[in-house]
């Protein structure tokens, strides 16, 4: 069974930054892509980025471009995101998410963040 375990999560303030790590084990998978959601507290979960393992081809939701930064470790099965500049807008759980080739069908517990004015 694969796990996703994230960590990273924290309170910071307005315009700072956190490192969000997600690693992937468990059980014989493929990684199609890995990414990132989130979901704010009375909304839904929304896309944050993506990386797809293979291509390195990379996506992100406009309101993250330029802030957020996705990578990731293949020999580690590990993806990170880096957030820099964050608004208390972006206080929410974030989720890891690794698709096999069927969509994503694995999530991590998420990890909250939150950030202060």
């Known amino acids: 069974q694969v796990q996703l375990v994230e960590s990273g999560g924290g309170l910071v303030q307005a315009g700072g930054s956190l490192r969000l790590s997600c690693a992937a084990s468990?059980?014989?998978?493929?990684?199609?892509?890995m990414g990132w959601f989130r979901q704010a507290p009375g909304k839904e979960r929304e896309f944050v980025t993506h990386?797809?393992?293979?291509?390195?081809?990379?996506d992100y939701a406009d309101s993250m471009k330029g802030r957020f930064t996705i990578s990731r470790d293949n020999a580690k099965n590990t993806v990170y995101l880096q957030m820099n500049s964050l608004k208390p807008d972006d206080t929410a759980i974030y989720y890891c998410?690794?698709?096999?080739?069927?969509?994503?069908?694995?999530w991590g517990r998420g990890t909250q963040v939150t950030v202060s004015s």
């Open positions: 998410a690794l698709d096999s080739g069927r969509g994503y069908n694995y």
């Open positions: 990386i797809r393992w293979s291509s390195g081809w990379i």
């Open positions: 468990g059980g014989t998978f493929s990684i199609s892509a």
